[in-house]
Each structure stands twice: as C-alpha cells, then as structure tokens.
C-alpha cells in the first residue's frame, strides 16, 4: 500500500502559511477588520490546517479530514481568484492563489491518487466550511474585544 510524502501533508499547513501571511498583511486594510482580529482568526484556522496535515501525514494521506481540507483549501483558492473578478480587484489572498494555493493543491491531490487513494472528501466537511469561518471570526471577535481599550489604558 503507497504512502503519500509528508511534502504532501504537511506541506499542507506550509502552502497554507504562505497564502495566510499575505491575508494577514492584506486583510485587515481591505476587510475592515483589525491586525488582532485577523491575527486571531487566522492563527485559529491555522490549528484546524495544522491538525489536517498531521492527520494527514499520520494516515500516510488516507485521512478523511485530511483530504477534506486539502479539497476546503483548493476551493479557498479558486475562492479568491472569483472575488477579485467580481471587484475587478485586489482580495486578500488573491496573490498567493494561483501561485502557492491552487498548484500546491492539484500537486498533492495528484499525488493521492498516484499513491492509489481515492479522494474521499466529506462534502458535509466542506459544507461545514462557512460554519468553521463564522467560528474564528465570532471567537476573533470575542478574544478582540477591547483590545484597542486595553492597550490604551496600559500606555497611558
């Protein structure tokens, strides 16, 4: 029974981290949102990558849930190359999409299959996605609150 590489898995949460440093970068300035609040939620997000792509190397590329944020990021990367053409603009991420995302992706899914595993993504998983968002933000949210006020009053 074929393995899949651990270039393939783990470099999950490595292809993850470059696309997310230009989101950090990016998103607070395009999205409204504060440096905390980005920071929080993506390093929240960066838990569940991190837990993907160990899962993932564990089970040799046989996870489920593994598989699943392999297909979640794939998506995520088409994602943004279609909110930038319906702004007809920079997004958050667009960059790091087609050149990091989307490659590294097609190259480990092939990489699956070659190794004789079917691609096995949960469709509830990826339904899930929009829920797992809302999450980090809501907790990025809660964590942030304030933040601006506590900061303040410790330099004063």
Do not use: C, Q
């Amino acid at each position: 029974m074929a393995e899949v590489s651990k270039a393939a898995t783990l470099g999950l949460f490595g292809a993850w981290l470059v696309h997310d440093l230009e989101e950090l970068a990016t998103m607070p300035k395009w999205a409204g949102v504060s440096r905390e609040h980005a920071a929080v939620a993506i390093g929240l997000m960066g838990g569940v990558v991190a837990a993907a792509a160990v899962a993932g190397a564990r089970t040799g590329g046989r996870s489920r849930f593994y598989r699943t944020a392999l297909a979640a990021f794939d998506l995520h990367g088409w994602v943004h190359l279609a909110g930038s053409a319906v702004t007809r603009g920079y997004t958050p991420g667009v960059v790091t999409s087609p050149l990091v995302v989307i490659p590294f992706s097609r190259w480990a899914r092939k990489r699956l299959r070659a190794a004789g595993i079917e691609e096995g993504t949960s469709w509830a998983g990826l339904a899930l996605l929009p829920v797992l968002l809302g999450a980090v933000h809501g907790t990025a949210v809660l964590v942030t609150r304030g933040t601006k006020a506590r900061y303040a009053s410790l330099t004063n």
